[in-house]
């Protein structure tokens, strides 16, 4: 039987509900919301959404931007009944919300509960206090595993959001953090390089060369390397990279940093970069490697980035098969 298809209803509550400004942070500019959303405007939305959804798609209601349970409760509570009304008429079969990790207790997650939440996920960014206070976000590790383990006992779907290269972070932090992130064991993580917004703390931080980001190329490296982290303990990985919109884009708001709108196949290029360069140990010659046709794009690399180096590597032509029949994952080589 072929899993149903997936679909996210994006609402975006921008920066309600959050007690400071994150170094990072400009959640207007990252959501491209200004204002407060209404009742009624996220009856509208949903409505729309669910009328051009097919029978073989499951549905899920996603509210994201700010810090969702530190909202003022009775519009939390109006935002939540109108998506509970959607998942009562089974035409949505979850409702996701992100938040922080110290806006979780007992009391928030009853009330969660009863409105049809099913996934909670939390902006975690670090696991490393010194990081965290550095970049403002006013809670610490503790509390993280403290909301994690609550999450799970309430048996919610935990997601866990990391920002690699954070102001004080270094490429060990990163992977402590992933380690630390591991053992909560949430069913999904987001990995989001640090990138320099118009606006925030850390703009003023890299116009003043205290701070400087991860390159594009540093970035993918690090998140390369943490993807089969990740996978190996079946945690599965929704999202690397902000999602670029009209506002969040390079030469409009993003001033630096690893922002690229295909970062998500930029790591998988990587990544069946080093499979390959470790399937040529060894040999040497010409080269036909063959791969499943939905990967080729990524295993030929960005302007044909992959090719060059195995090229080089294999001291050899480069050729690329295609096999449906392969995984996402499967790569195959004959040397010639």
Avoid at 98 to 118: A, Q
């Amino acid at each position: 039987m072929m899993s149903k298809k997936h679909k996210n209803i994006p609402i975006f509550v921008p920066h309600i509900g959050c007690p400071n400004d994150c170094s990072f942070c400009n959640q207007k500019k990252i959501t491209g919301v200004t204002e407060a959303v209404t009742p009624e405007e996220v009856d509208r939305i949903i409505s729309e959404a669910v009328a051009l959804v097919s029978s073989d798609t499951e549905v899920e209601v996603a509210f994201f931007g700010g810090s969702f349970t530190g909202i003022e409760k009775n519009y939390r509570n109006s935002l939540l009944t109108v998506a509970k009304k959607y998942v009562d008429l089974k035409k949505v079969q979850g409702i996701r919300l992100s938040t922080r990790p110290d806006y979780i207790d007992d009391e928030i997650l009853n009330e969660l509960k009863s409105f049809g939440v099913t996934d909670i996920e939390l902006g975690v960014q670090s696991m490393d206090d010194e990081v965290l206070a550095k970049n403002r976000r006013g809670h610490t590790a503790q509390q993280t595993k403290n909301a994690a383990k609550l999450i799970k006992e309430y048996n919610f779907r935990l997601g866990l959001q990391m920002m690699p290269g954070l102001f004080g972070d270094t490429k060990e932090k990163t992977f402590e953090t992933a380690k630390s992130i591991i053992k909560l064991e949430p069913d999904c993580v987001r990995i989001y390089p640090t990138i320099v917004i118009r606006g925030t703390w850390l703009h003023e931080l890299f116009i003043s060369g205290k701070y400087i980001p991860l390159t594009t190329d540093e970035a993918v490296e690090i998140c390369a390397e943490l993807v089969p982290l990740f996978l190996e303990k079946n945690i599965k990985i929704i999202r690397m990279g902000l999602m670029a919109t009209d506002v969040i884009n390079e030469g409009k708001e993003v001033l630096a940093g690893p922002f690229h709108p295909s970062f998500g196949e930029l790591v998988e290029s990587e990544i069946l970069f080093k499979k390959a360069r470790e399937m040529l140990k060894g040999k040497t010659g010409d080269a036909v490697f063959t791969v499943n046709p939905k990967t080729v794009s990524a295993f030929i690399g960005n302007k044909k980035k992959n090719i060059k180096r195995l090229s080089e590597i294999a001291g050899g032509k480069i050729k690329v098969c295609q096999n449906e029949n392969y995984g996402r994952k499967e790569v195959t080589v004959v040397v010639s």
